[in-house]
């Protein structure tokens, strides 16, 4: 059992690497023009550059599990982050579009094996009856990297070049991994595997496959984590910045970070006190659609006042896609926590990749111009779509397991 003092510690570094995540998840939506503008390239260039973080860390999700089972959080998170570095002094150095995207490849790559195993440490450090809290809590500081994504980031890349930026990134990650290999325990055995049955088996996964849960959690995270990682990812920064100015765009991709950071601890509180955590799932689906709704119904300037609003809340709702991992306690014991985060976030982080260019197709092909509001209008439809069908789906399970026929009676 971890000392109080030593558990704190290691959920300021589980934090420091979700915060490395949520960082490069979300920069491109600042990093599109000064990239754009040093590097000859076209609107398809820049979505393929910001898919190619979400392709590699969705394909990675399962094995990403696997590995954190097999071989501990330990020792993936010391490697992970070294691979980061990598894929970060690539970025920072590179000067054409196909070495762009292996380098920002890289980084997905790497920071899939960041996220599960980060998940799984907090499981391990805190057992069930607090994951929902600190789960929120690790979510809450990884969005700082969010918030770092925004203003920040803009104030740094004039004072600095982005190239520069991201070299010092990549120092920061081989410090952060090294803190893990020292800091983080070795795992107990029983976690790892149940004796006779190793956990990277066919026969150990096929029956967490069975579970009809885990295939509702992994749509809901492709269609919920698709359209917002999309938006904010890249897209938002466009949109914001042709309805609000460049300068204005980046304070409310912040407000929309801090929603997200306030609202992260809130959803844990949530999930752990709430007697059934499937109908805050569904409460927090059926806002953001209504959201969805809002944008595109009127995708146009609201006054200062509302649209900091309107934002900081939508950041709060965002903060809902982390209620999917905190189930993972109602479907799986401690020890294959990795296999069925993996599997239910790699759906989800494809969800990411195909709709950050099915987005951006949309806008380009939109009947309004490219510079106005109204050319995102097909976006919000669509976002509000996809979650509008995941509420309904949602809403038919609750039912048939209140009416005794679905599998959690």
Request: glycine letters at 10%.
């Amino acid at each position: 059992m971890l000392s109080k003092r030593w558990a704190s510690l290691i959920l300021v570094l589980l934090s420091g690497s979700y915060l490395f995540v949520l960082f490069h998840r979300l920069s491109l939506a600042v990093l599109s023009r000064p990239i754009s503008n040093e590097v000859l390239m076209t609107q398809a260039d820049l979505g393929l550059i910001g898919a190619a973080y979400f392709y590699p860390y969705a394909l990675m999700q399962v094995p990403a599990g696997l590995i954190a089972d097999k071989y501990g959080t330990r020792l993936t998170l010391g490697c992970a982050l070294a691979i980061m570095a990598l894929g970060c002094f690539m970025f920072g150095s590179v000067r054409a579009v196909p070495y762009l995207v292996l380098g920002r490849g890289l980084i997905g790559f790497s920071c899939a094996l960041v996220t599960v195993p980060v998940m799984k440490a907090v499981r391990e450090t805190f057992f069930d009856a607090k994951l929902g809290i600190m789960t929120g809590i690790v979510n809450a500081a990884g969005n700082v990297g969010g918030v770092a994504a925004s203003v920040p980031l803009s104030i740094a890349v004039s004072v600095m070049s982005w190239r520069s930026l991201y070299c010092s990134l990549g120092i920061a990650a081989i410090v952060m991994g090294l803190a893990m290999i020292l800091v983080l325990p070795r795992p107990p055995k029983q976690n790892t595997k149940r004796p006779g049955d190793p956990v990277w088996t066919w026969r150990t996964i096929a029956p967490i496959l069975r579970h009809p849960r885990i295939w509702l959690l992994a749509v809901w995270m492709l269609m919920f984590t698709g359209t917002k990682l999309a938006f904010q990812g890249l897209w938002a920064g466009a949109f914001l910045s042709s309805t609000y100015g460049p300068g204005a765009g980046s304070w409310l991709l912040l407000a929309l970070s801090l929603g997200t950071v306030a609202g992260s601890p809130l959803v844990g509180i949530l999930s752990d006190k709430a007697p059934n955590r499937r109908l805050v799932l569904l409460g927090a689906t059926l806002m953001v659609t209504v959201m969805w709704g809002v944008l595109w119904a009127y995708p146009y300037r609201m006054t200062w006042i509302a649209a900091v609003s309107f934002y900081l809340i939508f950041g709060v709702a965002f903060a809902s896609y982390n209620l999917c991992i905190m189930e993972s306690r109602d479907i799986c014991p401690l020890w294959l926590t990795g296999t069925v985060n993996g599997i239910i976030s790699s759906v989800g982080f494809m969800g990411s990749a195909i709709l950050t260019q099915l987005l951006g197709l949309l806008y380009s092909t939109s009947r309004a111009s490219a510079s106005s509001a109204a050319g995102f209008r097909g976006m919000f439809l669509l976002n509000a779509v996809l979650l509008g069908v995941m509420a309904v789906a949602l809403t038919w399970y609750e039912v048939r397991t209140i009416a005794g026929r679905g599998p959690e009676q």
